[in-house]
């Protein structure tokens, strides 16, 4: 690899990473600290920031050293862990959206309590536990196994995980394509529908009410109209289940999130497809690489952007930090 390209991915590591842990950090900080942000969804979204954590500081400590060195060619034991920790954090992160994703639906789209006994706090607690156990479990029998060996890749220069195309794409089409262009779309979705009916119900209850308003002002006092108010009434009853602006505007966070993590992982399925047909380059694979370490320090930047909350928490823990001697 050219020196120019080894440079700059140091650099990219670095900046990166830095990015990266100041941001969630102060997301993990503004969690904890802030009683508007404390719910089932945003406890989900604190085990994302503790992936994209342990990621950025991979891309700092891990990352640069090893583009300095040219990887670990001797040392197994580190090629092995630089291959099976991302892998570890990737699954976990994929896992945590899919859990968000089905988290937002039931809260908009059942009742509270179907949501509160399916995604309460204890329940939330437990799946996170079982999110990290599961897809650690999954990697060390890939590890032990030999199903997916860490090999040495003297062309890229790093390790890798060296795994037959057509189990590679089983693996992928399970942990990245369908839950991340599938089953998350298909929730949303459902989520924005219900949304949408939710908006006509209220609208057609408000056109209802001003038009039984009218109808009082003209008639006046005319018995007449009362059993036509009556009906009214029960047509347009307020639903059983009323979403509030709050919850509407929370649930553009995960989404964005989404998106944002479906595009940054678009190059490594486009090399994974191509490579079976053509040779690609080793340039390409970088740079399909570092889509998907930047993806870890774009998240915390995206909760301010997308969330009030989230602004209002951050300014208020850097003011403090800044008032500190």
Same mark, same amino acid.
């Given at each position: @690899?050219?020196?120019?390209?080894i $440079?700059? @991915?140091?650099?990219?590591?670095?900046?990166?990473g830095?990015?990266?842990?100041f941001g969630?950090?102060?997301?993990?900080? $503004?969690l904890?600290?802030?009683?508007?942000?404390? %719910?089932?969804?945003?406890?989900? +979204?604190? %085990?994302?920031?503790?992936?994209?954590?342990?990621?950025?500081?991979?891309?700092?400590?891990?990352?640069t050293?090893?583009?300095l060195?040219?990887?670990?060619?001797? %040392?197994?034991?580190l090629?092995?862990?630089?291959?099976?920790?991302?892998t570890?954090?990737y699954?976990?992160?994929?896992t945590?959206?899919?859990?968000?994703?089905?988290?937002?639906y039931?809260?908009?789209?059942?009742?509270?309590t179907?949501?509160?006994?399916?995604c309460?706090?204890?329940? &939330?607690a437990?799946h996170?536990?079982?999110i990290?156990?599961?897809?650690?479990?999954?990697?060390?029998?890939?590890?032990?196994?030999?199903?997916?060996? $860490?090999?040495?890749?003297?062309?890229?220069?790093?390790?890798?995980?060296?795994?037959?195309?057509?189990?590679?794409?089983?693996?992928?089409?399970?942990?990245v394509?369908?839950?991340a262009?599938?089953?998350?779309p298909?929730?949303?979705?459902?989520?924005?529908?219900?949304?949408?009916?939710?908006?006509?119900?209220?609208?057609?209850?408000?056109?209802?009410?001003?038009?039984?308003?009218a109808?009082?002002?003209?008639q006046?006092?005319?018995?007449r109209v009362?059993?036509?108010?009556s009906n009214?009434?029960?047509?347009?009853?307020?639903?059983?289940?009323?979403?509030?602006?709050?919850?509407?505007?929370?649930?553009?966070?995960?989404i964005?999130?989404?998106?944002?993590?479906? &595009?940054?992982?678009?190059?490594?399925? +486009?090399y994974?497809?191509?490579s079976?047909?053509?040779k690609?380059? &080793?340039?390409?694979?970088? &740079?399909?690489?570092?889509?998907?370490?930047?993806?870890?320090?774009i998240?915390? #930047?995206?909760?301010?952007?997308?969330?009030?909350?989230?602004?209002?928490? #951050?300014?208020?823990?850097l003011? %403090?930090?800044?008032?500190?001697?």
């Amino acid at each position: @690899m050219h020196p120019v390209w080894i $440079a700059f @991915m140091c650099v990219f590591y670095i900046v990166v990473g830095f990015f990266g842990v100041f941001g969630n950090c102060i997301a993990l900080v $503004a969690l904890a600290a802030t009683p508007k942000l404390r %719910n089932t969804c945003t406890a989900l +979204i604190g %085990n994302l920031c503790a992936t994209d954590l342990i990621t950025a500081i991979q891309l700092l400590f891990l990352m640069t050293p090893t583009q300095l060195n040219k990887g670990f060619p001797e %040392n197994w034991a580190l090629c092995k862990f630089m291959v099976y920790l991302p892998t570890t954090t990737y699954s976990v992160s994929l896992t945590t959206l899919m859990f968000i994703a089905v988290n937002r639906y039931l809260l908009i789209t059942r009742p509270r309590t179907c949501f509160r006994t399916c995604c309460g706090s204890k329940q &939330v607690a437990v799946h996170i536990a079982l999110i990290w156990f599961i897809n650690f479990v999954v990697v060390v029998l890939s590890a032990f196994t030999g199903v997916s060996p $860490a090999v040495y890749d003297r062309e890229g220069q790093g390790c890798y995980a060296e795994t037959n195309w057509w189990l590679g794409t089983i693996t992928l089409s399970f942990y990245v394509v369908i839950p991340a262009f599938v089953v998350v779309p298909l929730l949303y979705g459902l989520t924005v529908y219900a949304v949408r009916a939710s908006h006509r119900r209220v609208h057609a209850r408000n056109t209802t009410g001003e038009h039984a308003s009218a109808a009082l002002s003209v008639q006046g006092s005319d018995t007449r109209v009362i059993p036509s108010l009556s009906n009214n009434q029960n047509v347009t009853a307020p639903h059983p289940h009323q979403i509030s602006k709050r919850e509407i505007n929370f649930t553009k966070v995960p989404i964005l999130i989404f998106t944002v993590f479906a &595009v940054c992982w678009m190059p490594q399925l +486009i090399y994974h497809i191509g490579s079976r047909f053509v040779k690609v380059s &080793v340039y390409y694979r970088k &740079v399909a690489l570092l889509f998907i370490w930047a993806n870890s320090a774009i998240n915390p #930047y995206l909760y301010a952007w997308t969330n009030r909350n989230f602004r209002q928490a #951050y300014k208020r823990i850097l003011k %403090n930090c800044k008032r500190r001697p």
